[in-house]
């Protein structure tokens, strides 16, 4: 930061005296800021959905069971308390995942179940749309065990819920995004990526109009490599398709966030092929720039202790930050994203 001087350092602080810093508030005369709908996402509602999320109640959102069509109808309430719509052409917020389409590539007896979708349009480019994603289904009940699946992926899900409402906030002020945002809950992740290689393949939007997913599975919490700074992200797919994508992770992330952006898992050599193993996948396959938010695997990780209690609040909200500034600059350039690199395995 350039140093300025006393008298300068004055005049701004009368400036500011009983309003909002420009800093925080949408400018009339000017750009628009995210930093205000960023602020909006706070820790507290995140516990919030959260903690109902994740209860026992639940039952660990195993796929098509009558615990994950209860977190849906959950996460549905609150798209509706927002005034945030089901998305223009569809009946419902659901999208419906038939049990022969999940049990296909290895019948484990799962039961219908569904996609959630909710819908914010653009204001200039409607028919471009920005894909936020999240698998809000865990592993349920194992030995008498209710794995609530806090952090996977818990976290995502109500980190959408937030980001969402951030957007529609926006949207009744006047500051709505450019495209045209959806936000998909998907199913079946836990059992092959289902519900998101369903949507990819009975998409309600032509593939060829998204412009981009923003993956959000595991944020959470912290690994063991990091154990001593929880100030960080692993940022994986963000340079696959798209130089544009992977400048936006940068910068937003320079302005608004400072996380230490960690591209260990973004390696293609990487062991733990993260890239291929969330729903981003089935997007970025279709040449759809992609990009997935992860904050790596823990000691609880599906295990019946990944429990809302052991989730750091201050990180998911900063986390859940970063991502709705990736969305905002996305949506509201005035470009799309370019297209400038392949990935050689999506075609294999």
Same mark, same amino acid.
């Given at each position: 930061?350039?140093? @300025?001087?006393?008298?300068?350092?004055?005049? =701004?602080?009368?400036?500011? =005296?009983?309003?909002?810093?420009?800093?925080?508030?949408?400018?009339?005369?000017? +750009?628009?800021?995210?930093?205000?709908?960023?602020?909006?996402?706070?820790?507290?509602?995140?516990?919030?959905?959260?903690?109902?999320?994740?209860?026992?109640?639940?039952? %660990?959102?195993?796929?098509?069971?009558?615990?994950?069509?209860?977190?849906?109808?959950?996460?549905?309430?609150?798209?509706?308390?927002?005034?945030?719509?089901?998305?223009?052409?569809?009946? =419902?917020?659901?999208?419906?995942?038939?049990?022969?389409?999940?049990?296909?590539?290895?019948?484990?007896?799962?039961? !219908?179940?569904?996609?959630?979708?909710?819908?914010?349009?653009?204001?200039?480019?409607?028919? $471009?749309?920005?894909?936020?994603?999240?698998?809000?289904?865990?592993? %349920?009940?194992?030995?008498?065990?209710?794995?609530?699946?806090? *952090?996977?992926?818990?976290?995502?899900?109500?980190?959408?819920?937030? @980001?969402?409402?951030?957007?529609?906030?926006?949207?009744?002020?006047?500051?709505?995004?450019?495209?045209?945002?959806?936000?998909?809950?998907?199913? %079946?992740? $836990?059992?092959?990526?289902?519900?998101?290689?369903?949507? =990819? $393949?009975?998409?309600?939007?032509?593939?060829?109009?998204?412009?981009?997913?923003?993956?959000?599975?595991?944020?959470?919490?912290?690994?063991?490599?990091?154990?001593?700074?929880?100030?960080?992200?692993?940022?994986?797919?963000?340079?696959?398709?798209?130089?544009?994508?992977?400048?936006?992770?940068?910068?937003?992330?320079?302005?608004?966030?400072?996380?230490?952006?960690?591209?260990?898992?973004?390696?293609?050599?990487?062991?733990?092929?993260?890239?291929?193993?969330?729903?981003?996948?089935?997007?970025?396959?279709?040449?759809? +720039?992609?990009?997935?938010?992860?904050?790596?695997?823990?000691? !609880?990780?599906?295990?019946?202790?990944?429990?809302?209690?052991?989730? $750091?609040?201050?990180?998911?909200?900063?986390?859940?930050?970063?991502?709705?500034?990736?969305?905002?600059?996305?949506?509201?350039?005035?470009?799309?994203? @370019?297209?400038?690199?392949? *990935?050689?395995?999506?075609?294999?």
């Amino acid at each position: 930061m350039k140093k @300025i001087t006393l008298l300068l350092v004055a005049i =701004s602080l009368a400036a500011c =005296s009983g309003s909002q810093s420009s800093a925080t508030k949408p400018s009339a005369n000017g +750009p628009v800021t995210p930093i205000a709908y960023m602020e909006s996402i706070t820790a507290n509602e995140l516990k919030t959905y959260l903690t109902v999320v994740a209860s026992d109640e639940m039952e %660990g959102r195993e796929t098509g069971s009558p615990g994950q069509k209860r977190a849906g109808n959950y996460l549905i309430e609150q798209y509706k308390k927002n005034g945030i719509p089901f998305p223009k052409g569809a009946d =419902s917020y659901y999208q419906p995942v038939p049990a022969a389409y999940l049990n296909a590539k290895r019948n484990e007896g799962l039961n !219908d179940s569904e996609n959630i979708w909710a819908f914010i349009e653009g204001s200039e480019k409607p028919n $471009e749309i920005v894909v936020i994603s999240a698998h809000y289904d865990h592993v %349920g009940i194992k030995n008498g065990e209710v794995y609530n699946g806090a *952090d996977d992926d818990g976290s995502g899900t109500v980190a959408l819920l937030e @980001i969402a409402q951030a957007f529609q906030k926006a949207k009744k002020e006047g500051h709505g995004p450019k495209r045209s945002l959806l936000f998909l809950h998907v199913t %079946g992740e $836990e059992h092959g990526l289902h519900g998101s290689r369903y949507y =990819s $393949e009975n998409p309600l939007f032509p593939l060829a109009n998204t412009v981009a997913d923003v993956n959000i599975d595991m944020i959470g919490r912290r690994d063991a490599k990091h154990a001593d700074n929880g100030n960080y992200i692993y940022v994986i797919g963000s340079d696959y398709l798209s130089s544009d994508l992977y400048t936006i992770c940068e910068n937003v992330n320079s302005k608004y966030t400072h996380l230490d952006l960690d591209y260990k898992y973004n390696d293609r050599k990487d062991p733990n092929r993260f890239y291929y193993r969330s729903d981003h996948y089935n997007f970025a396959k279709n040449n759809i +720039p992609s990009v997935f938010l992860f904050s790596g695997v823990h000691a !609880d990780y599906h295990k019946a202790t990944d429990e809302v209690d052991k989730i $750091e609040f201050d990180l998911l909200t900063k986390r859940a930050q970063y991502a709705f500034t990736i969305v905002w600059e996305i949506a509201n350039r005035d470009a799309r994203l @370019i297209v400038d690199k392949s *990935d050689p395995e999506s075609k294999k």
